[in-house]
């Protein structure tokens, strides 16, 4: 396979990738205000959900070029709650303000010792603590206002979620993925993700994923089952075809898409995501077979 596989900003790395190349688009992009992994000015650490939905859909816009026509775009995205965070961070101080072990320790898995949110006033509308804010529905809409064209919101069930220790509102155990397209007329293989039907027929999945979360060694969090991403693969492109994700993060769509005989584009900007991608694909192929680097 001709996988294209580099540690770098998408935007810039992008441009060496001919136009009109990329028959999948498959992603999911830094949620707002959920994690920090690179820093200061990065996707995720806007100041508002509507400044982060605006500048994920600049984004997306900026490598639409590099898609065929008959692309298929499959983008995860997830929520958050007004507020969340700050309350559950302040937990960690001691009683001078100081940051105690725990808060070292969860520095280790979400890579920051500061509250995530940016403090914005309550305004009483959207701006209200523990209202749930609609970020996919908001990507969503953005996108379509600005030509995508949204043809499914399948709704990616985790039946292995953890509870989570909230008593006034009930445990969120699913997230988006939205399908766009670029033409009405598109490469789709719907057989190839049939499944079986009561009468022993395949028939359609339907929009309701059910895919347990598959935790990796480390501290990655947020990555993608692989089951999640062979589905979109089979049946978003075709064999041989190139597969790009744009925020690689830990490898799954490079290690998928090899697997099933498509070729990966994945551009990933955290040198250390990146090693560990690639110390997964190695072992995802038996490290004897595997010629590194990949280009
Ligand atoms: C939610 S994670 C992706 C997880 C991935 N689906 C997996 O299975 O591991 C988002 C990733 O995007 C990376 N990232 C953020 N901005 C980027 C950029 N401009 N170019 C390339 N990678 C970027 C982050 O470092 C992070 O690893």
């Known amino acids: 396979m001709n996988h294209i596989i580099e540690c770098g900003d998408t935007l810039e790395l992008i441009k060496q990738i001919p136009p009109e190349s990329i028959d999948l688009l498959v992603t999911s992009p ?22 982060y939905v605006s500048r994920l859909a600049d984004f997306f816009d900026e490598l639409k070029p590099y898609l065929k026509p008959s692309a298929n775009i499959f983008i995860n995205i997830g929520d958050t709650f007004f507020g969340s965070g700050a309350g559950a961070w302040k937990k960690y101080l001691d009683e001078e303000g100081n940051i105690t072990q725990v808060q070292k320790d969860r520095k280790e898995k979400y890579f920051t010792l500061k509250p995530l949110q940016p403090k914005i006033k309550q305004n009483g509308k959207l701006y209200q603590n523990k209202q749930l804010l609609l970020i996919p529905s908001r990507f969503a809409i953005e996108m379509q206002e600005r030509g995508w064209l949204l043809r499914d919101d399948i709704i ?35 057989d190839a993700i049939k499944v079986p039907g009561a009468n022993g027929r395949p028939k359609n999945p339907g929009d309701v994923w059910a895919i347990n979360t598959q935790p990796l060694k480390g501290n990655h969090t947020a990555t993608f089952p692989e089951e999640l991403v062979e589905r ?16 690689l993060g830990t490898g799954t769509t490079w290690i998928v898409s090899d697997r099933l005989n498509r070729n990966c584009i994945g551009f990933e900007i955290n040198e250390d995501f990146f090693s560990f991608a690639q110390e997964r694909f190695k072992e995802s192929r038996g490290f004897e077979q595997c010629k590194l680097p990949i280009i």
């Open 232 to 247: 979109i693969v089979l049946c978003g492109c075709p064999e041989d075809g190139y597969v790009f994700d744009p925020f």
């Open 30 to 51: 830094p949620y707002w205000a959920k994690r920090v992994y690179n820093g200061e000015g990065e996707i995720g650490s806007e100041r508002t959900p509507e400044e």
């Open 156 to 190: 990616w069930q985790k039946p292995n979620r953890i509870p989570a220790s909230v008593t006034d509102r009930l445990n969120n155990t699913y997230e988006h993925v939205f399908h766009f397209v670029l033409n009405k007329k598109y490469f789709f293989d719907l």
